[in-house]
């Protein structure tokens, strides 16, 4: 059976390697290379070194963006985990009509984002207009616009993953836990917790990677304003590339620089939260 394995592996596993590379591979060593040059089209790229990314650190609308990214991954992530599962811990008590919950809270994430912020804009813009304002007129009512709408999303998404840890937990642990004299809290805190990490890693990973990754969201709610305080970073980058002329290599180079931040911040809550993981 190897045998055969190992003799088919090649033509079955060609076709999806080579549409990797095709869409993948070749276009990020491309992107790589476009970043350490100064072009309009990928035929008359000319080498510039590292230029384009002095002109990306001292360009105050990459770090004002940066900044901005960064507050709103933070609230974001922390709000999104903490009511996922506190969400997620109601619907696993036996509460009649659990599925119909869990399939309203799910229901968000299915709604693309570009058609999503525009909702909130309307909805949020609605109650601000009785204040007199609007998500634009000051970049903290577009910083909770935007954390309102993400929450929206992706609390229904992280509550099934944190459903699933839940309920695999032993329920002889719990009723263990509670002949040895400990209360909800200290059973939550001390088995059920570290037998759900998992879960945690899963959702801190894609809340994560969601939050510094928005851009539709953040361009339909917001579009930047005012004056760009409420552009975060994916959008700067587009910006960048295709609005101002000359700044394509720059526009790269952010985006070279975009992938290291959230690769390293992703790889760092890995190893962080993996290695807190124990087994049932």
Known sequence: MQKQLRKYFAFFALPTLLAFAISFVVPFVLGVYLSFTTFTTVTNASWVGFDNYRRVFSDPDFLRALWFTVRFT??????????????ALLLTRGIRGTNVFRTIFFMPNLIGGIVLGYIWQLI???????????????????????????????????????????????????????????N?????????????????????????SNSFKLFDQNLALTAGAPSKRTTMLALDIYN??????????????????????VALIVLVQLLITRRREVES
């Open 240 to 261: 960048t590339f295709y609005g101002k002329s000359g700044w394509e290599g720059v526009g790269q180079a952010k985006a070279v620089i975009f992938f290291i931040i």
């Open 124 to 182: 949020l813009n609605g109650i601000l207009y009785n204040f007199d304002a609007t998500l634009t007129v000051k970049p903290i009512y577009g910083f909770w616009g935007l954390i309102i709408l993400m929450n929206w999303q992706m609390i229904g998404y992280m509550m099934v993953i944190y459903i699933a840890g839940l309920q695999n937990v032993p329920k002889d642990l719990i009723e263990a836990a509670s002949i040895d004299g400990a």
């Open 184 to 208: 909800r809290l200290q059973t939550l805190r001390n088995v059920t917790m570290p037998l759900v990490m998992p879960s945690i890693t899963i959702c801190l990973f894609l809340t994560l």
């Open 74 to 87: 933070v609230v974001s992530v922390i709000t999104i985990n903490v009511l996922a599962f506190l969400f």
